[in-house]
């Protein structure tokens, strides 16, 4: 199926729930398929590897307004350079991150836009704090001047029943974190990918993820 029918199915499909922001997941993806989804009016692209991204941004530098975003797991050794060329790092998930990012940031003109990984599902081995660490890393954030912490993002549970326990602990830890004052302008909950973001968006998600509903299936080597 060609991509803008994929995409008009996505945007019926949430059109009575529109989250603010519709990220294509695009890992595996190539640039000139990319280019096609920024016709489409898609701005904002999540990208988990650091080389394909740079790759990509140089191919695609000509297109204003596209907003990139990382989602990926984060390497130590690799934060200056995501400090610079992201807009957005969804995955912070440890204070040393944090800090390193805010280090790199420093000089350039807006912030750099931040999300805390959360480990929510007890199944996700991959990364995020633990749900419990939440708010003292978000106060940590919210001291270093070069991030502005944003909200959280979380990967839950395959299964529909358990992902919608993760999803409402999501949505309560987000909202508790509002409630606290030197948090009140968080405005992103990043959870929902192809397989159930309907489902996080009833759960209150405001940017949903999307990969292979938008793109098909990812070879094994585009993984
Ligand atoms: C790949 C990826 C997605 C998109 O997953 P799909 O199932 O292809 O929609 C969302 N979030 C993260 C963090 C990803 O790595």
Request: net charge negative; hydrophobic share 45%; charged share 20%.
């Amino acid at each position: 199926m060609p991509l803008a029918e994929r995409l008009t199915h996505v945007q019926c499909a949430i059109a009575d729930r529109p989250p603010q922001c519709l990220l294509a997941a695009s890992k595996g993806v190539a640039a000139k398929t990319l280019r096609r989804a920024y016709a489409l009016g898609l701005r904002h692209f999540g990208e988990n590897y650091l080389q394909e991204a740079l790759d990509k941004q140089m191919a695609l530098s000509d297109l204003d307004g596209i907003v990139w975003h990382f989602i990926g797991r984060i390497q130590r050794n690799k934060t200056a350079a995501l400090a610079r060329h992201f807009d957005w790092v969804e995955s912070v998930d440890r204070s040393l991150i944090a800090e390193r990012l805010n280090t790199a940031r420093a000089g350039m003109v807006a912030p750099l836009n931040v999300l805390i990984e959360v480990a929510v599902s007890a199944e996700d081995s991959k990364g995020g704090c633990a749900p419990e660490e939440v708010p003292e890393l978000a106060l940590a954030i919210s001291r270093l001047s070069h991030l502005r912490l944003r909200g959280l993002m979380a990967l839950v549970h395959p299964q529909a029943e358990q992902a919608d326990a993760d999803f409402r602990r999501m949505a309560e830890l987000f909202f508790a974190l509002q409630q606290t004052p030197v948090h009140a302008d968080l405005d992103t909950l990043s959870m929902g990918t192809s397989a159930d973001y309907l489902q996080a968006l009833q759960h209150s998600a405001t940017e949903i993820r999307l990969g292979t509903i938008l793109f098909g299936a990812r070879t094994q080597e585009s993984l």
